[in-house]
């Protein structure tokens, strides 16, 4: 059986949503632990990124990383220096370097992520922006590749601001496990 495309994948989640496609997509390949972005459908960037050390799943509290169709609600550090450490989405004015504390700061960039399938990663005690998932930049740039974070995804710094300037509020963004990793939903 041959594969689908990332495109193709979302485009059936927006026809069976009734919601038009974007034309840009982020893509998120937990099992590959890879982050893809299209723009116009070609691909502009591919790189390892790191879901969460939990595995996967929507419940509040859980740490892990949620599946799904979502979209980027909401860009912060726009301008920060690289490195910039952020704790509840405010810029601390520190920027973080070797030997510093901290076991997996943001830092950089962040995208904030809204869910858009209800029962999936939209709803009470499963959602997505309530639970404060985001794509940001990392200390832990040697742990890329890996699952190694509380639930959200994360990038070395460069490829977050260079993500960041190329992906526009609104976004789409696919993140796609096994179906062998999927924790059962919340009731």
Wanted: net charge negative.
């Amino acid at each position: 059986m041959q594969e689908i495309s990332p495109m193709e994948r979302v485009r059936r989640v927006c026809a069976d949503l009734e919601l038009n496609m974007s034309e840009d997509l982020i893509f998120v390949d937990i099992e590959k632990q890879t982050l893809a972005f299209y723009k116009k459908s070609e691909p502009m960037m591919n790189c390892a990124v790191s879901t969460s050390r939990f595995g996967i799943g929507n419940r509040e509290n859980s740490y892990m990383t949620p599946l799904g169709l979502h979209y980027v609600e909401e860009k912060i550090g726009d301008g920060a220096t690289p490195g910039t450490i952020f704790r509840s989405r405010e810029n601390t004015g520190v920027i973080w370097t070797e030997g510093m504390e901290g076991e997996n700061q943001m830092l950089s960039r962040i995208l904030r992520l809204r869910g858009l399938e209800p029962g999936l990663n939209v709803g009470p005690g499963i959602d997505s922006y309530d639970r404060y998932i985001y794509i940001h930049g990392t200390n832990r740039e040697d742990m890329l590749g890996k699952p190694a974070s509380h639930g959200c995804v994360c990038m070395g710094n460069n490829d977050v601001i260079r993500l960041f300037d190329m992906a526009a509020e609104g976004t789409f963004v696919y993140i796609q496990g096994t179906e062998s990793n999927i924790e059962a939903p919340a009731e």
